[in-house]
């Protein structure tokens, strides 16, 4: 009777192992980790001179089974010279499934003060201005001036394509004497190592006409 008993307790456990190992193939997981990157992406850096070093705003990573992963940085961003850089996250969950995301990191030399901006926008009376300027540019590659073609008292942005162009995107701004609702819109070119910046933009009067003009900063 003893043997009996354990054979049918030895079939049992076959028969439980069999059916545990037949799950196992068929729930296997083939799903990948989904990661997230933090902040911008592409991302735009000024060039430094000095010390300042580019940080990255990392990434996180969620797997359906395991849950919060780690997602480890991979990539070097050369703070002090221009160009166009690659970080790559990495996350892998328990079955081995392995994920990958990346951001790319344009260093520019963008922001600062242009000492010649030529306008070539008509004035009412006299010749193009020239003039003097600053940009201001963010880390998301929003780029302000504070004064556009010859008007003063309002700031107008342009955002970065990439290393090379930029797109002057659609906006109204309250500016000139006398004051008035002004509309901006373009694109344009950016030479680095000159450097120049170089936009050409469609600018009107709310309620009026509008005209296509071109303004070239110089450094």
Excluded: W
Aim: with cysteine.
């Amino acid at each position: 009777m003893k043997k009996l008993i354990l054979s049918m307790t030895s079939i049992a456990l076959l028969a439980i192992t069999l059916t545990n190992t037949g799950c196992k193939k068929s729930d296997a997981d083939t799903t990948k980790p989904v990661i997230t990157i933090v902040g911008s992406n592409p991302y735009y850096f000024q060039v430094s001179t000095t010390t300042a070093s580019y940080l990255d705003q990392g990434a996180s990573a969620n797997d359906d089974v395991d849950g919060a992963l780690v997602a480890t940085p991979s990539g070097t961003v050369t703070s002090t010279q221009l160009g166009t850089y690659t970080i790559t996250y990495t996350a892998t969950d328990k079955a081995g499934n392995v994920a990958t995301a990346t951001r790319t990191v344009y260093v520019v030399d963008i922001a600062g003060a242009y000492a010649t901006v030529v306008d070539d926008t008509v004035p009412s009376v006299g010749a193009p201005f020239t003039y003097a300027d600053n940009m201001t540019m963010t880390s998301d590659g929003k780029v302000t001036v504070t004064k556009f073609g010859d008007y003063t008292g309002g700031s107008v942005h342009f955002n970065l394509n990439g290393p090379s162009s930029l797109t002057l995107p659609s906006q109204t701004v309250t500016c000139g004497s006398p004051s008035a609702s002004r509309t901006f819109s373009g694109s344009g070119t950016i030479n680095s190592t000159a450097p120049t910046v170089v936009i050409n933009f469609t600018e009107g009067i709310v309620g009026a006409a509008s005209g296509n003009y071109k303004e070239t900063y110089t450094r």
